[in-house]
C-alpha cells in the first residue's frame, strides 16, 4: 500500500518543480494524479474479473513489476506526454492493487484478526503519507524531481522480492464475473450507498488535498521544507487516526464515519479561516489528517459490511468509484486552482466532503436497518 499510494499522490509534493521543469501549469501537471486515477478507477472491475482465476500472490508480483517499470520510465521520460501515457498504465496495476490487497491481508490472519489485518494494511496509506510523499518532497529539494522516481522504483523492486519470497500462494476465492460485479449495487442497496459516500468524500479531500502545497506556498507563505514538515505532520495524525478507528469501528461503525467526514469539513474550514499562518495550517493539517485515517478505514469497513460474500468485487466496484473520484477531484481541483486560484479549491473539498456527511446522515439508519433485516433473513 505505501509504494502503490506514494507512486499515485507523489505529484502533490512536487507539483511545482514539475510544473517548472517541463515548462506547464500546476493545473496541468496535477493531470499526473488525474489520468493515473482514471485508469486506477475505472479498470479495476474489469481486470479483478478477467484474472478471477489467478493465484493473488502471482498477481501481485506482476503489478509491482508494473510499478517498478513505470517509475523508471517516468524518471526518464523526455517530455509531458510520455509522463502521462506511463501513469495511465501504472494506473491499472495501482487499481487492481486496492481491489485485492486488504482482501489477501484479511486471508493471511484467522478470521477474528480480519478486521485488524485491514487496517494494518490501510496505515500504509497514512505510513505513505508520514514518509513517502514529505520524504519525496525533501529528496526532490536535494536532488530533482526525476531522482526521486528513480528511487521510488528501486523500493519497488524490493517490495516485488519481498513479496515473491515471503508472500505464500493465494488462489482467488470469490470469483465472479464482469457482469455480476457491476450487478452487485444494483441489488445491494447498502453498497450503493456507501459507493456514492466514497465518490462525495474523495473528492472534495483530493480536489483539496492534491493542491495543498499552491495552496501553503501562496497563502502561508510556505517554504519546501515547511511543506515537507507539514505533510509529515498531516501523516502522523492519519496514522493516528487511522489507529484509533480501528478500535472504534468494531464498536459503531457509522458513528467514527460521521465523526471523521465532520472531521474534514471542519478542518477544510479551518485552514481557509487560519491557514494564512504557520501555527493555523498545521492545526488545520492535524485535524485533516486524524479525520482522513478514520475515514479511509471506516468506509473498507462499510464496504465489507455490505457485501461481506463478495468482497474482493465490492472492493473492485469501491475502488473504480475511489480512484475515479481521486481522478476527478484533481481534475476539478485543477480547473478551479488555474481559473479561479488555489483558495478555490478548499471550498470546493468543504462543499463536496459536507455533501459526503449529509448523505450518510441521511441514508446510514435506513442502509443500517437493511443490513440488519438482511442478516435476520439468512438467520431464518
Given amino acids: 500500500m505505501f509504494v502503490f499510494l506514494t507512486t499515485e499522490l507523489m505529484p502533490v509534493g512536487l507539483l511545482t518543480p514539475l510544473s517548472t521543469s517541463l515548462n506547464i501549469s500546476v493545473g496541468v501537471a496535477g493531470l499526473m494524479v488525474t489520468l493515473q486515477g482514471v485508469s486506477a478507477g475505472l479498470g479495476v472491475p474489469f481486470i479483478v474479473a478477467w484474472t478471477r482465476r489467478v493465484n493473488r500472490r502471482v498477481l501481485l508480483s506482476t503489478l509491482l513489476a508494473i510499478l517498478a517499470l513505470g517509475n523508471v520510465v517516468t524518471a526518464v521520460s523526455p517530455n509531458y506526454a ?10 491499472f496495476a495501482s487499481g487492481v492493487f486496492w481491489a485485492i490487497g486488504v482482501s489477501m491481508a484479511m486471508r493471511l490472519v484467522p478470521e477474528r484478526h480480519a ?17 513517502g510523499i514529505p520524504l519525496g518532497t525533501f529528496l526532490e529539494s536535494l536532488t530533482d524531481w526525476r531522482t526521486t522516481f528513480l528511487i521510488w522504483s528501486g523500493l519497488s523492486a524490493l517490495v516485488f522480492l519481498a513479496v515473491a519470497a515471503m508472500i505464500p500462494s493465494l488462489p482467488s476465492q470469490n470469483a465472479v464475473s464482469v457482469r455480476e460485479v457491476f450487478g452487485l449495487p444494483l441489488k445491494n442497496v ?26 501553503l506556498e501562496e497563502n502561508a507563505a510556505a517554504t519546501p521544507v515547511f511543506v515537507t514538515v507539514v505533510l509529515m505532520i498531516f501523516g502522523v495524525a492519519g496514522a493516528a487516526g487511522n489507529f484509533v478507528a480501528g478500535h472504534t469501528v468494531n464498536r ?42 478514520a475515514v479511509q478505514l471506516c468506509q473498507v469497513n462499510m464496504t465489507l459490511a455490505a457485501a461481506p460474500d463478495t468482497f474482493e468485487a465490492a472492493m473492485s466496484l469501491n475502488t473504480m468509484a475511489y480512484n ?20 478555490s479549491v478548499v471550498w470546493f473539498g468543504v462543499a463536496l466532503t459536507a455533501a459526503s ?24
Avoid at 510520455?82 to 494506473?91: A, N, S, V, W
Avoid at 474534514?264 to 485535524?287: P, W
Wanted: aromatic residues 8%; positive net charge.
Fill in 190 to 215: 447498502p453498497l450503493r450507498s456507501v459507493l456514492f459516500t466514497v465518490v462525495l468524500f474523495v473528492l472534495g479531500h483530493f480536489g483539496a488535498y492534491t493542491f495543498v502545497r499552491p495552496f
Fill in 82 to 91: 510520455l509522463i502521462l501515457t506511463t501513469r495511465l498504465i501504472m494506473g
Fill in 324 to 343: 475515479t473520484s481521486i481522478a476527478l477531484g484533481a481534475l476539478f481541483g485543477g480547473l478551479f486552482a488555474d481559473h479561479a486560484g488555489v483558495t
Fill in 252 to 293: 459503531n461503525l457509522r458513528g467514527s464515519f460521521i465523526a471523521g467526514c465532520s472531521g474534514l469539513v471542519v478542518s477544510l474550514l479551518l485552514l481557509l479561516t487560519i491557514g494564512d499562518g504557520q501555527a493555523g495550517s498545521i492545526i488545520s493539517l492535524i485535524l485533516w489528517g486524524l479525520s482522513f485515517g
Fill in 115 to 131: 478486521n485488524r489485518a485491514a487496517a494494518i494494511v490501510m496505515s500504509g496509506i497514512s505510513i505513505a503519507t508520514v514518509a
Fill in 357 to 380: 456527511l449529509l448523505l450518510n446522515l441521511g441514508t446510514g439508519r435506513k442502509t443500517s436497518r437493511t443490513v440488519a433485516d438482511d442478516e435476520l433473513a439468512a438467520s431464518g
